[in-house]
């Protein structure tokens, strides 16, 4: 079956660091998503991976491991405005057709305390 | 400009009504979904279309019908509302190698 599983919630201080982890059990990966959802919001890109390896963006970065199962997306600096949920979504393999359809974990709601 | 626009943004109704909620995209991409978000957030695939043809229809009642009169529109229709049909509807379009751009959501309740 198609699983990926993020912790629910987590809690962090501004100007701290925070990795928050996703595994996924897919039958197919042709890349990862990170997405960022504020509440009563609608989600917005932030990362995507699809190679082994550590992309950095600014004070997001995320990290892949295929053989693993296994991404994180690291947040540096953390600022008030970061309490958001943040989802973890695998594209399907499939190539061209399968319409490279997501799976998305549940999400993981941070709060950033002062 | 807004890339992809949903309307209504709220849509509060009685169970058995029939809704319709309409969602534009402007950025010129082939591919448009439906998502479901429930009261624990899951995003939930209901419907994919690629340039008018529907592609991906996951396991939702008849009730809900898309429509796609053009590869810029996606619509979704709703018949006899339950309240379970109580959710967040994202409509989504999707650039070839695989971000999608999210609409601001309509908000349904059924009473």
């Known amino acids: 079956g198609q699983n990926i599983d993020q912790p629910t919630e987590m809690t962090a201080t501004e100007g701290a660091i925070v990795q928050i982890n996703c595994t996924y059990q897919t039958s197919g990966f042709n890349g990862l998503f990170w997405y960022q959802q504020h509440a009563g919001e609608a989600p917005t890109f932030l990362s995507y991976?699809?190679l082994d390896g550590l992309e950095e963006k600014g004070r997001f970065s995320s990290f892949l491991s295929r053989s693993k199962g296994y991404s994180y997306l690291l947040l540096k600096e953390l600022q008030m405005k970061d309490s958001a949920s943040y989802l973890c979504a695998v594209r399907d393999s499939g190539g061209e057709g399968s319409n490279y359809q997501l799976i998305w974990g549940a999400g993981t709601k941070l709060i950033i305390k002062p | 400009d807004t890339a992809v626009s949903q309307t209504p943004k709220y849509l509060v109704t009685q169970m058995g009504n029939d809704k319709s909620i309409k969602c534009e995209q402007n950025?010129?991409?082939?591919?448009m979904y439906w998502y479901k978000q429930d009261s624990k957030k899951f995003l939930k695939i209901m419907f994919s279309y690629n340039n008018k043809e529907l592609i991906i229809n996951e396991t939702v009642p008849n009730r809900f019908s898309p429509k796609s009169p053009d590869k810029a529109h996606l619509n979704l229709h709703i018949n006899s509302l339950e309240l379970g049909d109580s959710a967040v509807y994202f409509c989504a379009s999707r650039k070839e190698w695989g971000i999608q751009y999210f609409g601001a959501g309509t908000r349904l309740s059924v009473l």
């Open positions: 991976n699809v």
């Open positions: 950025l010129g991409h082939d591919t």
